[in-house]
Nanobody, 118 residues
Framework: QVQLVESGGGLVQAGGSLRLSCVAS????????MGWFRQAPGKEREFVAG????YIADSVKDRFTIFRDNAKKTVYLRMNSLKPEDTAVYYC???????????????WGQGTQVTVSS
């Protein structure tokens, strides 16, 4: 069992930056592929970035970076040049292998809200 807790969301102006963190419980964090997804109001949850083999969504690849620290059992999402359309609840998730598909992920955090004002 893995529990995931996100933090680092908030309100930021367009062009600003945020770093999201996701801390995992459990002893096997390093064996999981980790991903970040987001869901905006009225929209489906969408893939943002994954790491094990690293994938970044085309919509954010020039602005977002995913990285992990296995010793801290933490995965990060660094977001630069934020845009109002990045406003969403951001979720981290754990899977057995990196995937862009949400149904590949076994464990999910509760999410952290990111709001980008124009």
């Amino acid at each position: 069992q893995v529990q995931l807790v996100e933090s680092g969301g908030g309100l930021v102006q367009a062009g600003g930056s945020l770093r999201l963190s996701c801390v995992a419980s459990g002893r096997t964090f390093s064996t999981y592929a980790m991903g970040w997804f987001r869901q905006a109001p009225g929209k489906e949850r969408e893939f943002v970035a994954g790491i094990s083999n690293t994938y970044i969504a085309d919509s954010v690849k020039d602005r977002f970076t995913i990285f992990r620290d296995n010793a801290k059992k933490t995965v990060y999402l660094r977001m630069n040049s934020l845009k109002p359309e990045d406003t969403a609840v951001y979720y981290c998730a754990a899977a057995l292998a990196t995937s862009r598909r949400s149904d590949a992920y076994i464990y999910w955090g509760q999410g952290t809200q990111v709001t980008v004002s124009s």
